[in-house]
């Protein structure tokens, strides 16, 4: 909770002052039964009516004020609370978006969405109800026993019998609480990703016809987060109930003594109808903390959840070096090869990936990577742009050990499309441009090169064209197109293609790759590709399985050495390429 009062901070002199404004209309509220019982044991008796309507007067304006003040200060607490949790928000997105990849792995992609949303509504909601509730539910309730205490010590006595019994089982359930609203928001996380993989795999569960299959699954989600929830509910439910069993036996007993004390002349009626508006207020003000302390607890939960993310330092991050520049830098990368992997080996989980990869490609030539499915093609690229850490061996670029690199002018160096990239719904400029200073010089070339200069131009918005949320109306051809175009606008230094091309015809895939072989001779790039087509003209192919390099060299030596790479190029290309 420390670092939720880092947030409240800058808003300490508004919180300070609404605060101030509540405890005034608070106090306004106390006054209204002690004037009342004015009025009916000292005003009434004597007959004077002027007197009687100045009272009225006053109360009327101490109701006034008391709702007037309690607007004012809500209206702040709700801007409190808002402000405090969009910089949360702020912080949190943030925070996500430089995630290391394994982070975000363990942390899941559904529970960072719930923190990032429904955690911190719970923690604005307590945030608003501490600043509404507590101090109002406070001042009625010392505010009460002290004006009690004052009229009638004996009558006050009587009630705070009952407080002890009401203090302990509110501390009980509060305790008890707090764990059982994190294991709520955790099933909450497990249905929120079930939703997410239903929304995004539609379209298979209807072709495969698993609708009803993945209805039971929902519900299976369903109800152990409604069990969850339940669990929570009920435990927190028994609070009521029970501060209100003992404050009704104190009501009970204050009105039974209350009784006894008239009929012997200790008291007067006036005193016992304001001893019980008081004790109606006292009640209710206990009712408002059991709130709080329920919106603490759910609160409190979801701001640890928040915080575990916060408190989360990104393992892979460099800063930028600003030592002294090193005086060969130019001389070891005319002398060393562009990328080069030194026995680099990789484990998920201690599932081994990849082991003792090891090869280099000079600057400007093209590494071809090919093999079966989970043989750990896309992770070596991961591995390269930093994504992931190695576990063993090293990484190079230009001579240098890419954990020395900077990460922004690592990932900088980089253009790079993805077997599942994202089209975001907005325009097709605004989708290769991605937020960079491109110039539309540089955005037609980028559209020419990756074939997407014929189609772009048929829409009449042409590349003002607006795309809908992964890019829906566009094929699949389109799609990796556009992703190609956003990756070669930037002049990549290193151009990576993983899978890139599984989308295009061998006429438009060959016509990609003699385009960037033309214009980017500077370029190495990086073709992840089941095509042999795709990969054949490569100066370095690599040939993955399990994990490991069981064949390298170029096209026409992996033929004769490789026997798999043969099988593979004989299934797709014909025997006439083994001539």
């Known amino acids: 909770m420390k670092n939720l009062f880092k947030y409240l901070s800058p808003y300490k002199l508004r919180i300070a002052g609404a605060l101030t404004i509540k405890a005034i209309g608070t106090?306004?509220?106390?006054?209204?039964?002690?004037?009342?019982?004015?009025?009916?044991d000292d005003i009434i008796p004597t007959e004077n009516l002027n007197a009687v309507i100045i009272y009225g007067i006053l109360m009327v304006v101490c109701s006034f004020c008391a709702v007037l003040f309690n607007i004012m200060a809500n209206r702040s607490a709700s801007r409190v609370s808002s402000n405090c949790i969009r910089a949360i928000r702020h912080d949190l997105f943030e925070k996500i978006s430089y995630l290391d990849a394994s982070q975000i792995d363990e942390f899941s992609i559904s529970s960072l969405e719930s923190r990032i949303t429904t955690d911190t509504y719970n923690v604005q909601r307590m945030v608003n109800v501490m600043q509404r509730m507590a101090?109002?539910?406070?001042?009625?309730?010392?505010?009460?026993?002290?004006?009690?205490?004052?009229?009638?010590?004996?009558?006050?006595?009587?009630?705070?019998?009952?407080?002890?019994?009401?203090?302990?089982?509110?501390?009980?359930?509060t305790k008890k609480s707090i764990p059982l609203y994190t294991e709520q928001q955790k099933s909450a996380d497990n249905l929120i990703k079930v939703v997410r993989e239903n929304a995004s795999g539609v379209r298979i569960i209807k072709a495969l016809n698993r609708t009803e299959y993945e209805k039971d699954r929902f519900e299976k989600a369903n109800k152990e987060a409604i069990k969850k929830e339940k669990k929570a509910n009920l435990t927190v439910a028994a609070t009521n109930p029970i501060i209100s069993f003992f404050l009704n036996l104190g009501l009970s007993a204050v009105i039974v003594v209350g009784a006894l004390m008239i009929t012997n002349h200790k008291s007067s009626v006036g005193n016992i109808i304001s001893f019980i508006q008081y004790f109606t207020i006292i009640s209710n003000a206990m009712i408002a903390i059991t709130r709080v302390f329920v919106s603490y607890s759910n609160g409190a939960a979801a701001m640890n959840r928040i915080n575990e993310v916060l408190a989360s330092e990104p393992s892979l991050w460099v800063e930028a070096y600003r030592g002294v520049e090193d005086e060969n830098a130019e001389e070891n990368i005319e002398n060393s090869p562009h990328i080069e992997f030194s026995d680099v080996s990789f484990a998920y989980e201690k599932h081994n990936v990849l082991q003792n990869i090891s090869f280099s490609v000079s600057r400007g030539e093209t590494l071809g990577i090919i093999g079966g499915t989970g043989c750990g093609k896309s992770t070596l690229i991961s591995l390269l742009m930093r994504i992931y850490d190695t576990n063993e061996g090293e990484i190079k670029i230009d001579g240098k050990n890419?954990?020395?690199?900077?990460?922004?002018?690592?990932?900088?160096?980089?253009?790079?499309?993805?077997?599942?990239?994202?089209?975001?719904?907005d325009s097709i400029k605004e989708n290769v441009m991605f937020g960079r200073d491109i110039s539309q010089e540089k955005l037609e070339k980028a559209f020419r090169l990756a074939q997407a200069y014929d189609f772009v131009n048929e829409y009449p918005e042409k590349s003002d064209y607006m795309l809908d949320i992964k890019g829906a109306n566009l094929s699949g051809g389109q799609k990796q197109r556009l992703t190609i175009a956003r990756a070669i606008a930037g002049d990549p230094e290193i151009l990576i293609l993983d899978d890139a091309s599984s989308a295009l015809d061998y006429k438009t895939d060959a016509a990609l790759r003699r385009a960037i072989k033309e214009n980017y001779q500077s370029t190495t790039t990086v073709i992840v590709s089941q095509r042999v087509s795709s990969i054949m003209h490569a100066n370095l192919i690599l040939v993955l399985e399990e994990g490991k390099i069981i064949g390298s060299g170029t096209h026409e030596e992996l033929l004769l050495t490789c026997e798999y790479y043969r099988d593979t190029a004989k299934s797709q290309m014909g025997g006439v390429i083994l001539d």
């Open 402 to 425: 890419i954990k020395e690199i900077p990460t922004e002018e690592l990932r900088s160096r980089f253009g790079s499309v993805f077997q599942n990239d994202f089209i975001f719904k």
């Open 27 to 40: 106090v306004m509220d106390l006054f209204i039964p002690w004037l009342l019982a004015v009025i009916i």
């Open 135 to 173: 101090i109002r539910a406070a001042i009625l309730f010392i505010g009460g026993l002290v004006i009690t205490t004052i009229q009638d010590p004996f009558l006050t006595l009587t009630l705070l019998c009952t407080l002890p019994f009401i203090a302990f089982f509110t501390v009980i359930i």
